[in-house]
């Protein structure tokens, strides 16, 4: 069975702050993709990175870094110098690889950044 | 481009009565979900599709029912409204393609059974 948990349920920051969300997973598949989505205030989900399996390598997509450790099931989220427009919940999530894409989502993680 | 569409945005519902929530596409996707979201939950999986014609359900069908009747389309269907079918309703769709391409959503339907 798959899992996905984000422990943190809610976190603070006030502006400028880095601040990582943690995202910790479950599955016995060998394939699988992992993604973050973000909900902000107005309900939409927006897709922010996929990642497989086989790619450890960590990404940086301007404000925005991934680092992802097969060895601790990680798959980490940081914002670096957040800002206000930041605020939303963030839902990582895992899928298996083939077929109708299962995908078991995280409760989330809701990112208050206080200016 | 309108992606993933649905209708309506918001709903209130007596309980015992029915309505379906709709749910188009424009971008030929085979797949489509339909997903629930509950207060600080995640999402959780209600019924799915790989094509026209073909459903199966997910994590939590009991209370629902879905057609594909084309590519384009997959209306979720609540037969006799409960209170804990209040929720969020999301829609998605993704291209079957080679290397799990990500799940596009709709805005979400909020719904509320009295």
């Known amino acids: 069975a798959q899992k996905v948990t984000q422990a943190q349920t809610e976190i603070s920051v006030v502006e400028k702050e880095d601040v990582t969300l943690d995202c910790v997973y479950e599955?016995?598949?060998?394939?699988?993709?992992l993604f973050w989505y973000k909900q902000p205030p107005s309900g939409e989900l927006v897709f922010l990175i996929r990642?497989?399996?086989?790619?450890?390598q960590n990404e940086i997509s301007g404000r925005y870094s991934w680092n992802f450790q097969k060895s601790t099931s990680s798959f980490n989220f940081t914002i670096t110098a957040s800002q206000v427009v930041d605020s939303a919940v963030y839902f990582c999530?895992?899928?298996?690889?083939?077929?109708?894409?299962?995908?078991?989502f995280g409760t989330g993680t809701k990112l208050q950044v206080i200016p | 481009n309108a992606g993933v569409t649905q209708t309506p945005k918001f709903r209130i519902l007596k309980i015992g009565q029915s309505m379906t929530l709709q749910c188009t596409q424009d971008?030929?996707?085979?797949?489509m979900y339909w997903y629930r979201q509950d207060p600080g939950m995640g999402l959780k999986l209600i019924y799915y599709s790989v094509g026209a014609g073909i459903t199966d359900k997910g994590e939590v069908p009991n209370g629902y029912n879905v057609s594909r009747s084309t590519t384009e389309d997959f209306p979720l269907r609540l037969e006799l409204a409960a209170p804990s079918q209040t929720s969020v309703y999301f829609c998605?769709?993704?291209?079957?393609?080679?290397?799990?391409?990500?799940?596009?959503f709709g805005d979400g339907t909020r719904l509320s059974i009295l």
């Open positions: 990642r497989n399996s086989f790619d450890e």
């Open positions: 599955t016995r598949d060998t394939t699988y993709y």
């Open positions: 998605a769709s993704r291209d079957p393609g080679p290397n799990n391409q990500p799940q596009h």
């Open positions: 999530a895992l899928s298996n690889s083939g077929g109708y894409q299962k995908v078991t």
């Open positions: 971008m030929n996707h085979n797949y």
